[in-house]
């Protein structure tokens, strides 16, 4: 019976085999702590497409070299991928892109707390390409589900992300609180935080009964702190078919 390899193994022999989408030098102070012992420290990281989503974070072997087995926790436990010098890949016969990883390494996101500069780097590396912006916006806005209005308010929070459509923030005072159940879903974002999410229930009329759709609705606990002024604020779902969303007289999302 054959054995599957390890991720960690298909994805170096799939970097050897075709490189990386691209990579990006960075200057940002990078660190990794691993039970409370700094066990890399590097100003020359690189940022390495693995896939189109976002980037991971390589380091050099230099930045290792002063690294100890202090307090007797064991280091080895970190799931390590390493690349040898620039000779031994061409002599692998590597593409030219993969050149780019020569003496570098990768360590497991999870298995550590990593840094940049004094922040802490939550989920994953932020895509230096990637833009959030919160935008403040006096332009009404009211949100309804199954057609039900259950939110509205003279100010939002539009928030714009790279890529993505915008999404609207409105103050929780603002929401039919009594129609947000807690929900046991909580999600992780590198670039807002910590979000916690609500159910949302609502009586139909037409079957008479109360109907309760889940995870429609999040609130971010813990906060970036570049999102911090998204205390105190919620976001509708607006993919789901439940939801419209109008701002200043406009259908954006919803039927």
Not at 27 to 46: C, E, L, M, P
Not at 101 to 127: C, T
Not at 129 to 140: A, E, I
Request: glycine share 6%; net charge positive.
């Amino acid at each position: 019976m054959e054995v599957d390899k390890p991720a960690i193994e298909k994805l170096a022999e799939r970097l050897m085999r075709k490189g990386p989408i691209k990579t990006l030098d960075t200057s940002r102070r990078i660190r990794i702590v691993f039970h409370g012992v700094t066990i890399a420290d590097t100003t020359y990281a690189t940022y390495v497409w693995e896939h189109e989503e976002y980037p991971y974070l390589y380091m050099p072997y230099i930045a290792f070299s002063h690294t100890t087995n202090e307090g007797g926790k064991d280091i080895g436990k970190l799931k390590v991928l390493g690349f040898g010098t620039a000779a031994a890949i061409r002599k692998a016969k590597a593409p030219y892109k993969a050149r780019h990883l020569s003496g570098m390494i990768r360590v497991e996101f999870d298995n550590a707390i990593w840094y940049e500069e004094e922040l802490r780097i939550d989920v994953h590396p932020k895509d230096p390409f990637r833009r959030v912006d919160l935008l403040p916006s006096h332009r009404p806005i009211k949100i309804r589900i199954r057609g039900q209005q259950i939110a509205e308010s003279d100010f939002a929070w539009h928030v714009h992300e790279t890529g993505k459509p915008c999404r609207y923030y409105v103050h929780r005072s603002k929401v039919e609180s009594r129609k947000l159940l807690a929900s046991p879903t909580v999600t992780h974002c590198p670039y807002k935080g910590k979000a916690v999410w609500f159910d949302v229930e609502i009586f139909d009329d037409k079957r008479e009964e109360r109907i309760t759709v889940l995870d429609l609705a999040w609130q971010f606990t813990e906060r970036t702190w570049e999102s911090e002024r998204l205390r105190h604020f919620i976001c509708f779902k607006h993919e789901n078919e439940h939801v419209e969303v109008e701002v200043d007289g406009k259908i954006m999302f919803g039927r």
